[in-house]
């Protein structure tokens, strides 16, 4: 039988039809809360978001509106929603309900917030552990969360806690017992009589001095106190892979003299090496640290031109292992740069640097006469110019009086004006005759120094000392002039 070309296309027409009434339909999103719709429909539909928002859109029309409820996620365990009611106290924005500054004791440490301040910080600056932050929200419970505190807020920061221990020495020579705590007016009836300590506590004869002593009032008792956070000028890698200059070149006693693994160029941290001095003639007891050095060229004086000595530069650090007889066996603990076979070893010296308190920095300051002053001679990787964190070598030792932990400023000569360099021009335009106007020039030929700087020292040699800048306003470059502060 012969079909016509329109009896095909009748059946599929028909399986058309079909498929577009059966086939899949696009999954709508739930309206969940806490965005659970839009996992669902990426689990149900494998599209994501974009997708099946599209598909709901076409079957649905369109629910743009609703894409922000459905983007919203659950608060983390333990956490809460930040106020939503602010109100205008005084000067700033809070939620709460503060109590005025001036109401506070005039004794009383107070600290206002600051943006970036929170309970746990505070905590860590007031009493040495973040774990006692309830000590503070203790005594500001106006704030009805802890989680959410607000700049300008006051905050009545407590005493540091007397820490008691636990352990009470046994016999004659025990510690006498704690006084009775002091009982409230308003918690004590009538009817009731004091209650007396027994005679086995009283209290000694001689007074006991407080765990601290006692402040004084400031004269504003009530200005803004912020605790200022220490911040540590010098770490124990700056002196590990800094250097020195030595006045003469001198071979050190001991060097690497092999490694572990032959093929491997370059040594780094964690590499087993063999040093060439033993028991028999060495300082080589396990745990003993050495400073791998390496001579890095002469250094010159930038304004005598005179030899200063060789600089040496440190690439890290050797730990010893185990001792031999005539060798050693040791490992890299520490490596700041490339280190090879055949480099010397130094004994290393760390000296802790303990800082009490910054000298105030003032960039309009005046030197103080009659210090040692001196040069910066050398920079460390030869760069051109240094700034804040740059180390450095200058031209003054413990000879001079330095030690580690000492401040330096940094300076400039004031030269007067016409020593500067000018423009000068002269030349003829337009019919008039234009040239650079004259310069006065005057009588006073002496100006204060320009304070640039501030650097601490790291450690001393005879005549030399290497320091790290903490504070430059501007470049620092060899030939610079120090001062100690």
């Known amino acids: 039988m012969i079909r016509s070309s329109k009896s095909f296309l009748l059946p599929a027409g028909a399986l058309l039809l079909a498929w577009g009434v059966l086939g899949p339909q696009p999954v709508l999103a739930q309206e969940t809360e806490g965005g659970a719709g839009e996992e669902q429909a990426i689990e149900e539909t494998g599209e994501p978001q974009e997708t099946a928002e599209a598909g709901a859109t076409a079957a649905a029309g369109s629910r743009s509106s609703d894409r922000g409820r459905r983007e919203r996620r659950p608060l983390l365990p333990g956490s809460t929603p930040p106020p939503t009611e602010l109100k205008w106290v005084r000067d700033h924005w809070t939620p709460w309900s503060p109590p005025d500054p001036e109401s506070f004791p005039p004794d009383a440490v107070l600290h206002i917030i600051v943006p970036g301040d929170t309970l746990w910080d505070l905590a860590e600056l007031a009493f040495g552990d973040p774990y006692l932050w309830p000590q503070i929200w203790n005594q500001n419970r106006y704030i009805l969360d802890s989680h959410w505190i607000y700049p300008g807020d006051p905050l009545l920061v407590p005493r540091r806690p007397t820490v008691v221990t636990e352990v009470v020495p046994r016999g004659p020579e025990a510690a006498p017992p704690m006084a009775p705590a002091p009982i409230r007016e308003d918690e004590v009836e009538d009817e009731v009589e004091p209650i007396q300590a027994p005679l086995a506590a009283a209290a000694p004869a001689t007074p006991v001095a407080p765990d601290y002593p006692p402040e004084r009032p400031p004269d504003d008792a009530h200005a803004p106190r912020v605790a200022q956070k220490p911040v540590p000028l010098a770490y124990e890698v700056d002196i590990r892979c800094s250097g020195y200059i030595a006045r003469k070149e001198k071979k050190p006693d001991y060097f690497i003299a092999n490694q572990e693994e032959e093929s491997k ?34 250094v010159y004086h930038p304004i005598t031109n005179k030899r200063l000595g060789v600089y040496y530069k440190r690439l ?92 330096l400023t940094i300076f400039l000569p004031n030269r007067p004006y016409d020593k500067f360099a000018q423009l000068r021009y002269e030349f003829d335009w337009g019919g008039y005759r234009v040239e650079s106007p004259a310069q006065r020039k005057a009588k006073i030929r002496e100006y204060p120094p320009k304070i640039i700087g501030q650097m601490i020292v790291l450690t001393t040699e005879k005549r030399t000392s290497t320091v790290k800048i903490i504070r430059a306003i501007r470049e620092i470059e060899i030939g610079d002039m120090v001062e100690v502060h």
């Open 316 to 407: 890290g650090t050797v730990t010893m292992i185990m001792a031999h007889e005539d060798t050693a066996i040791a490992r890299i603990s520490m490596a700041c740069d490339e280190i090879r076979t055949g480099y010397d070893l130094v004994p290393l010296q760390v000296t802790p640097i303990t800082v009490t308190e910054i000298p105030p920095f003032d960039r309009l300051d005046v030197l103080q006469s009659g210090k040692p002053t001196g040069y910066v001679v050398h920079t460390m990787d030869y760069v051109k110019v240094a700034g804040t964190g740059y180390i450095v070598e200058i031209d003054l030792g413990y000879e001079d009086g330095l030690k580690a932990g000492d401040f």
């Open 265 to 298: 160029v370059g040594l780094t941290q964690g590499d087993i090496i063999y040093l060439n001095r033993g028991r028999n003639n060495g300082h080589v007891e396990p745990g003993t640290e050495y400073s791998i050095v390496v001579r890095d060229g002469e």
